[in-house]
Structures are given as structure tokens and as C-alpha cells.
């Protein structure tokens, strides 16, 4: 091309300049009549042409995927075909280019179970997300994989690993209560604690605090901030909060000597605030003494350099350094322990230097955690993992810091693509994981609300925004699983059955079981004889089967009676209508149609022959029976439009096929299999318990109802375009937990409204 450029350029020199002028306003000409067409095109062109990102499928009814894919598909989201990044062939991205970002919401211990068993209560994510997919139970791989972060399920321990951990080897032959956690004159005076009698403590004031200390003796929490002087560190700041966490003592304190570092990124102080203090030391000394009752239990991490600051001596000191013990001598940073055992941020960079009163508090939290839950509780929590993940993620944020330093354009050419997140950071993208699973004090909903704000905060500002919810650990329990997985499987049964009758001596039962059978395929069939005249109970397979019987057969003469078809009234079915509404009303069900009643056929072929002719039909899902294998006489059908269906139905209308709208989505479909395949049979109740039960159920559904209130405001917070992925992940701490679940979507004006292929 540049040879054929220069070429050119070469000839113009040899024309004459008259010829020139004449091919320059040809040229001119040439060029506005082209600009006149480009902008008539323009004008013409229509609206619905504006290219926005979409979602299409092939994948119907086998909705199966594993946490590669997902990954893969997110890593494409995120990156388009840069980096050898392909596009997924099992979900396809269009227009992956306008794309504003990606988000990614984790609830915790849900599961596909409780998203059917309380699809009432979910109502954003039913109405909002049409692509679902089963994933396996857990999500702890694809959380590593994404942003180099366990989740707390992988990372407890057995007992027996827990045994070895150094928390337990140094506290399991102890009485577990109070002053069984206080330190020893020994650890004391190994730790450097100011003691009696040692060293050049002699001028050290004592706190006064002799009596005996009981297992409800009031704890303290303390801490100070330091400044450098001539003497080396000295006292400038103090906080003391009790055991409710409430300030009762926040000085700032004057030394005796002129200061030669203000320590200000730690300390937090400067010339500025302590110029006009006059608190000195012995005031502060002599408040301690008069606030601190005779048998108080000083609590602080690494509080053998707060009290050599005091310069005072307190003998019933509890360490929570010490106290999370490490191998080696090591130990936790009081920032670590604050996030990984209690789920809370300190010492934020944002803010100026450490704040006192907050590290009082936090360090009084984990003592308080530490004697209620006990050490074997705190060793399943696997520190030491979490700590190392940690480290590992600040290594790579330092080496995307390095290798981005000297780019100019932010973007580093041979780059690791160790995780997604790296990837995202190497771009010069920010990221977001406000949440952990851990919640030591099952303060669920507040933690929930923290993660919220803070995430409401920073989505603006991120690229890609990984946020982890909890459902409160009061609802996950075997117990509870079972019940509800009991539950749903009773509503299923109510919901499925339809009660048809009276019938005359004089009715042929195969003529009605024929009738019946041309609805869908029947699990079982049996008569009542109990009532004045016979009724037959019909149990259908599908939804859709027992709504086709109730529309189509209800009042229809067959053998000579006139037979009524209902469904029991029963408590699990008082919300019936109101669920097949909604599930009609699905987005993963618009453009599907279920169709029963075709004769016996060898293959989709065969099928398609059957049924004739249907404009914009895409794809097929052809159930198999459960206990022979063999394909049955019902099907869904999936057509590239909710009109093409409506189109679909009228045409199917006259056949010898029964049809309807679809209600039951493949995942719904598949899930109810699997909760039948489980047999989760719940037992007999007692009356006692009843209540008791429908408190717990009544709470667990007000629960998830907030979550997916939680998961609106998220959703609406996002730019358009924003790829929004939801994971029920279930937990392995229940073996009966299914198939997890995600829900794919695309933000759009209006209601995502997602192309299928």
C-alpha cells in the first residue's frame, strides 16, 4: 500500500497545474455527492439498528456449564479478543465492544432449591435475568480463579488439621474460660511486659488493679498512639473503651521531651493538634487508676508497647496478638484479624493515621469472639490460609504496580494471566470484593448492609465489581435444608395432582386415561374409592400437563359423565395461581411453548414432521423419561421471538396436539427432578414444633426477600450495557445441597430482552 501511495504522489508532480485544478473539482464533486448519499443513508437508517451488547443461546434444556466456562466467558466479557481471549461458544456475547463493565454478585448458601422454593421472594432476579445455567455445588473454585480469593467454606478445617494448628496446641489442655486466656507471670516477662521488679521500670506507676479476676470480670479495651522523641517512643494519644465498646477515656497526651517524628501515617497526630494540648502523662496515669475497677482486664494487641509508653503496670492483660497464636512466634497484624475473623476494615488508608478508640474496640471484638466461640472454632477458621491469600494478592497488585509503572498507555505486553482480576488491574481498571463469607457474630444483615454501601460507593469507579452477599447462618442448617427441600418437593406433588371425577359405573377408565395422557406424561394414576362415587387422582410430570387437563378436559363429557378436574386445596397450594403466573411470565420461558400428545417417534426428525411447519422455531427439548429412558410424548419448544410463538400456538391450535405457553423453565424442570432424585422426605412434625417452625420459615423468606431487594439496588446503581452475573452457590456444609445456579443478564433502557439462536 505505501509503495502504491508513493507512486501517486510521484505522477501529480508532472501534471501541468491546469489539469490539476480540474482533477481536484472533479475529486470535490465526486466527494460531496458521496457525502450527500452517506447522509441520506444516514437519515433512513433505522433506530433499532444502534448497536447495543446482547446474550444468545443455543443451550436449551441441558443448561449445565462448569466454573471454566463461566470464567472464560467473563474473562471475554471483560477483555473481548485481546490477550488470545476467545469468544465461549456455549453463550454467545454480541457487540462485546459496548460492554460497560461486568458485574458479579455471590449469595452465600443459596442454591437452586431455595430460588424455586422462594421464587415469590425473588422477584428482581426472576423478572430480570432470562439466561440460567447449572453450575456444580460451591462456588469456591471460580472465586480463586477470579480474584485469587478462597471463600471461608474451602477454607475451614477438619478436625483433625485443626488439631495441629498452633491455637489449638496452645490452648486445647486449658479450661476455656476467662482467666485461662489472661497471661501468665511467665508469658509476661517473655513478652517484655512491664513487671515488678523488672529492670529500669522501677518509676512505673501501677494500675492498682490487685482483686480477683472471675469469669465476670469487666474487660477493657485499650490502645495508644506514640510520637518519637529523644527518649525513643512516648505516649501522645489514648483510647479506653469498655466491655460494651463504648469510648470512655480519647486523650491526646503532651510528652515531657520535644518531638523529633510525628509518626503521623500511624500516629495520626501532628504539631498542629498537639500544640495546644496540656494532658501529661501522670494525668492520664492517675485517670486509668481512678476508671479501672480492682479486678479489670486490660485488653489490647501487643499491649506490652502500650503499657511501656504508660509507663505502667497492670497484671491481668489479655493479648490478642498473642492470643491468635502463630507458628514460629509470628504474628497476625491487628488489620488481618479485624477482616478475617470479624469482617470489618480498620486503618484505612483514606483516613489519617490509626484511630485509637477504633483499634481499642477491635482488638476488645476479638477477645470477646475469641472466649465466646472458643479456640477449636477459631482454628476452623484457617487463618493461615486467608493470610497467605492475602499476601499473594498484595504481591500481584505490587507486581501489576511495577510492571504498569513504566507504560505508558497502561497496558503491559506479556503480562502473567494468572487471574482476571490481575488482568483487569494490569489495565488500569479497578476492582471491587467488598464481601467475605465469614461473620463471626452472624450479624448477617449488618454486614450485608456495609458490603452494600461500600459497594454502592465504588461501582462508579470500577471496571469490574465482584460482590459477596450472606445469608444469615441462622437459616443454614441441615434442618432447615431439609424442611425446606421437603417443602418444595410437597408443594411440586399438591401442584402436580389433579383430582377428576365423579365417575359412573358405566365410564371405560382407559378412555379417560387416554384423554388425560394426551395432556403430558402421568407418573402415577390410582382411584379413590372412598367417596360416595370414584375419582381417579392424576399425578402429571410437568406443570404444563396438569394445566392443559384443568383448560382443556375440566367439564368435558368422556364415557358418558361429565367429569370436573381440579387441584387440592391445600396449604401448599393457597399461592398456586399466583406461581404459575409468575412462572408463565418468566423471562427464561418467553418464546417457549410445550406441546403434548404426539405419537411415538425415533428421532427430532421425526418429530418435527410431526408437528409441521412452525415459522421461527430454533430449538428442541425433548425430555426423556426417569425410569425407562425413553424419549416421552411432551416437549418444549423454543422460538427465536415471543410473537413467532404466539404465531406457533395458533397455528398448533387446530392439530391433534394439546399446547401451551411453557411455565416450567428447564432449570425449574431439572431442579424438580433432582429434589425428587434426593428424597428429601420430611417427617411428621409435631404440633409443639409447628409454630416454632413457621417462625423460622417466615424469617428465612423475609431474608431472602432483602437479598434480592439487596441485589435490585446493585443492579440499578450500574452503568447500561453492564454484564450483571448472579451465583447461588448453595455449601458444602450441607451433603444434600444441588446443583448451584447462575443467572446471566445485560442492563439495558428498557427490560433486558436477550436474542436466542
Not at 389 to 418: C, F, Y
Request: with cysteine; hydrophobic share 35%.
Amino acid at each position: 500500500m505505501a509503495a502504491q501511495t508513493h507512486g501517486v504522489v510521484k505522477k501529480r508532480c508532472y501534471e501541468d497545474e491546469e489539469t490539476a485544478g480540474e482533477n481536484r473539482k472533479a475529486k470535490r464533486k465526486r466527494k460531496i455527492d458521496k457525502n450527500d448519499i452517506d447522509s441520506n443513508l444516514q437519515k433512513v437508517k433505522p433506530s433499532s439498528e444502534v448497536k447495543t451488547p446482547s446474550l444468545s443461546t443455543r443451550m436449551f434444556g441441558e443448561n449445565q456449564i462448569s466454573y471454566e466456562q463461566l470464567y472464560d466467558f467473563l474473562k471475554y466479557a471483560m477483555q473481548g479478543k485481546h490477550q488470545n481471549v476467545t469468544q465461549p461458544s456455549w453463550c454467545r456475547l454480541h457487540h462485546q465492544r459496548r460492554v460497560a463493565g461486568v458485574m458479579v454478585i455471590i449469595l452465600h448458601h443459596v442454591d437452586l432449591v431455595h430460588f424455586y422454593q422462594c421464587y415469590l421472594q425473588f422477584k428482581h432476579l426472576r423478572k430480570t435475568f432470562k439466561h440460567r445455567f447449572f453450575l456444580p455445588a460451591i462456588s469456591g473454585d471460580f472465586i480463586k480463579k477470579t480474584g485469587g480469593l478462597g471463600t471461608n467454606d474451602h477454607q475451614q478445617l477438619s478436625r483433625e488439621e485443626s488439631d495441629k494448628v498452633p491455637i489449638i496446641q496452645k490452648h486445647a489442655k486449658k479450661s476455656h474460660n476467662l482467666s485461662s486466656y489472661i497471661l501468665t507471670h511467665k508469658e509476661m516477662h517473655v513478652y517484655d511486659y512491664p513487671i515488678e521488679g523488672s529492670g529500669d521500670r522501677s518509676h512505673f506507676v501501677h494500675t492498682l488493679c490487685n482483686g480477683p479476676v472471675t469469669d465476670t470480670s469487666p474487660l477493657f479495651g485499650l490502645d495508644c498512639e506514640m510520637c518519637l522523641t529523644d527518649k525513643g517512643s512516648e505516649l501522645t494519644r489514648i483510647a479506653v473503651v469498655d466491655a460494651a465498646g463504648h469510648c470512655i477515656m480519647n486523650e491526646l497526651v503532651k510528652p515531657k521531651r520535644p518531638i523529633r517524628n510525628y509518626l503521623t501515617c500511624y500516629s495520626g497526630i501532628t504539631e498542629t493538634l498537639l500544640r495546644p494540648v496540656q494532658t501529661t502523662l501522670a494525668e492520664i496515669q492517675s485517670r486509668l487508676k481512678n476508671i479501672l475497677p480492682p479486678d479489670a482486664i486490660l485488653v489490647g494487641h501487643s499491649l506490652d508497647a502500650d503499657l511501656r509508653a504508660l509507663e505502667m503496670i497492670h497484671p491481668n492483660v489479655i493479648d490478642t496478638s498473642i492470643l491468635y497464636a502463630r507458628k514460629g512466634g509470628k504474628r497476625f497484624k491487628l488489620k488481618f484479624l479485624a477482616a478475617a475473623v470479624l469482617g470489618k476494615e480498620i486503618q484505612n488508608k483514606a483516613q489519617l493515621g490509626h484511630n485509637p478508640t477504633e483499634d481499642a474496640q477491635c482488638a476488645l471484638e476479638l477477645a470477646q469472639y475469641f472466649i465466646e466461640h472458643g479456640p477449636r472454632k477459631v482454628a476452623e477458621l484457617n487463618l493461615e490460609a486467608k493470610f497467605s491469600e492475602q499476601r499473594k494478592m498484595e504481591e500481584a497488585e505490587t507486581r501489576v504496580r511495577d510492571l504498569t509503572a513504566g507504560s505508558n498507555d497502561g497496558i503491559q505486553t506479556g503480562v502473567p494471566n494468572s487471574s482476571l482480576l490481575e488482568n483487569v488491574q494490569c489495565a488500569g481498571a479497578k476492582t471491587l470484593l467488598p464481601g467475605e463469607q465469614n461473620n463471626a457474630h452472624n450479624h448477617t444483615a449488618s454486614l450485608n448492609e456495609q458490603i452494600l454501601q461500600k459497594a454502592l460507593e465504588e461501582i462508579p469507579k470500577s471496571a469490574l465489581n465482584v460482590i459477596q452477599l450472606v445469608l444469615d447462618s441462622n437459616y443454614v442448617t441441615a434442618d432447615l435444608y431439609t424442611e425446606t427441600t421437603s417443602k418444595m418437593r410437597a408443594k411440586l406433588s399438591d401442584l402436580l395432582t389433579v383430582y377428576v371425577g365423579p365417575l359412573t359405573k358405566d365410564v371405560c377408565l382407559e378412555t379417560v386415561d387416554e384423554a388425560f395422557r394426551k395432556c403430558g406424561p402421568i407418573q402415577t394414576i390410582r382411584v379413590i374409592s372412598e367417596t360416595l362415587k370414584p375419582h381417579l387422582c392424576i399425578q402429571y410430570e410437568v406443570l404444563e400437563s396438569v394445566q392443559l387437563a384443568l383448560e382443556g378436559l375440566n367439564g368435558a363429557e368422556i364415557g358418558g359423565s361429565a367429569l370436573k378436574v381440579q387441584r387440592p386445596v391445600t396449604e401448599m397450594t393457597l399461592e398456586g395461581e399466583m406461581l404459575l403466573r409468575e412462572l408463565e411470565r418468566d423471562p427464561e420461558n418467553e418464546g417457549v411453548l410445550y406441546v403434548a400428545g404426539f405419537r411415538e417417534c425415533q428421532g427430532e426428525t421425526e418429530l418435527q414432521e410431526q408437528l409441521g411447519p412452525l415459522e421461527g422455531l430454533r430449538s428442541i427439548f425433548w425430555p426423556k423419561d426417569q425410569q425407562t429412558g425413553r424419549q416421552r410424548n411432551d416437549c418444549f419448544l423454543r422460538f427465536q421471538s415471543p410473537e413467532c410463538a404466539s404465531k406457533a400456538l395458533q397455528a398448533l391450535h387446530g392439530s391433534p396436539f394439546r399446547s401451551r405457553r411453557a411455565l416450567t423453565s428447564p432449570t425449574f424442570l431439572q431442579g424438580a427432578c433432582l429434589v425428587n432424585e434426593k428424597d428429601h422426605a420430611g417427617a411428621e412434625v409435631p404440633e409443639t414444633q409447628r409454630q416454632q417452625s413457621l417462625d423460622r420459615e417466615f424469617g428465612f423468606k423475609k431474608a431472602i426477600k432483602k437479598l434480592d431487594r439487596t441485589v435490585k439496588t446493585l443492579y440499578e446503581r450500574v452503568p447500561e450495557n453492564t454484564l450483571c452475573l448472579v451465583l447461588l452457590p448453595g455449601t458444602d456444609r450441607l451433603s444434600g445441597s444441588l446443583n448451584s445456579l447462575s443467572l446471566l443478564g445485560i442492563k439495558g433502557r428498557k427490560k433486558n430482552i436477550s436474542t436466542s439462536c
